[in-house]
């Protein structure tokens, strides 16, 4: 089993920023990906940014440019920078990890951006 725990989001003004965390705990394999997808009222879920052991990086080419994910390996602990944020990335945001063919994922974080 893997546990994660999100922290950061809330109620942020268009063009504003903010930072979402994940860390991964339990049976960390060593080669994974960890990242977050996101949600919308009435939509799919959908790819926002992932991030290999190796900083491998995949982004959602609607948030290339303004969000950066990077990752903190010995502690598994990977962390999402959004800035220029508009009132479109407003979503629940959830981690997700992914490693030995297994994944899991995170509880969700609500992310609202005003207009």
């Known amino acids: 089993q893997v546990q994660l725990v999100e922290s950061g989001g809330g109620l942020v003004q268009a063009g504003g920023s903010l930072r979402l965390s994940c860390a991964a705990s339990g049976s960390i394999f060593s080669i994974n990906y960890i990242g977050w997808y996101r949600q919308a009222p009435g939509k799919e879920r959908e790819l926002v940014a992932l991030?290999?052991?190796?900083?491998?990086?995949n982004y959602s080419d609607s948030v290339k440019g303004r969000f950066t994910i990077n990752r903190e390996n010995p502690k598994n602990t990977v962390y999402l920078q959004m800035n220029s944020l508009k009132p479109e990335d407003t979503a629940v945001y959830y981690c997700?990890?992914?490693?030995?063919?297994?994944?899991?994922w995170g509880q969700g974080t609500q992310v609202t951006v005003s207009s």
């Open positions: 997700y990890y992914r490693g030995g063919a297994r994944s899991y």
């Open positions: 991030i290999s052991t190796g900083d491998s990086t």
